[in-house]
T-cell receptor
């Protein structure tokens, strides 16, 4: 079967650092994506990992460990506009589809 | 102009009615997808297409059908709408192994 787990909700304060974890069990693996989705809007691409390690892109970084079936998204210097849902998605081995987790809703307060 | 557009953006219909949601893209991507999003359930794949002659069922295709009229157009039909098809529907496009780009969504309410 296929399963992707991430926390339902997280809270943090402006300027802080937050780490959103994602664990996955899938029949095949061909890359892991993180998307950001503001309420009522479309998901937008944040990052992509296919090899183990850390990918850094500005205030956002994403880490992958394929042997542990684990990824995290790290958000630094949090801003109010970072309040959104963060979706973890795994691409199947055939590369034909993304399987999404249920998303983590992050609330950033001042 | 937006790269991926969806029409309508909002739709209210009654149980038993047939409706069509449309998606167009200007990104030149071969791959197109339809998802639905429900609170607490995340995004679930309904159908996907890798070119005009290719249609594939996703995780939750029952009660839905699709048509790929051209590379740029992919429509989703609800043959006989029912209340549990009330959801937010997203179209997405992608090129080979690259990421997917989502349209703005269609909010559907079935009474």
């Amino acid at each position: 079967g296929q399963n992707i787990d991430q926390p339902t909700e997280m809270t943090a304060t402006e300027g802080a650092i937050v780490q959103i974890n994602c664990t996955y069990q899938t029949s095949g693996f061909n890359g892991l994506f993180w998307y950001q989705q503001h309420a009522g809007e479309a998901p937008t691409f944040l990052s992509y990992n296919v090899l183990d390690g850390l990918e850094e892109k500005g205030r956002f970084s994403s880490f992958l460990s394929r042997s542990k079936g684990y990824s995290y998204l790290l958000l630094k210097e949090l801003q109010m506009k970072d309040s959104a849902s963060y979706l973890c998605a795994v691409r199947n081995q055939a590369g034909t589809a993304l399987i999404f987790g249920k998303g983590t809703t992050l609330s950033v307060s001042s | 102009d937006a790269d991926v557009t969806q029409t309508p953006r909002n739709r209210i219909t009654k149980t038993g009615k047939r409706i069509m949601l449309e998606c167009s893209q200007t990104k030149g991507h071969d791959r197109m997808y339809w998802y639905r999003q429900d609170p607490g359930l995340g995004l679930r794949l309904i159908y996907y297409s890798f070119d005009v002659k290719d249609i594939n069922k996703g995780e939750i295709s029952d009660g839905y059908s699709v048509s790929r009229q051209a590379q740029a157009k992919f429509s989703l039909s609800l043959e006989s709408a029912i209340p549990n098809q009330t959801a937010l529907y997203f179209c997405a496009t992608g090129a080979d192994s690259e990421t997917q780009y989502f349209g703005p969504g269609t909010r559907l309410l079935v009474l």
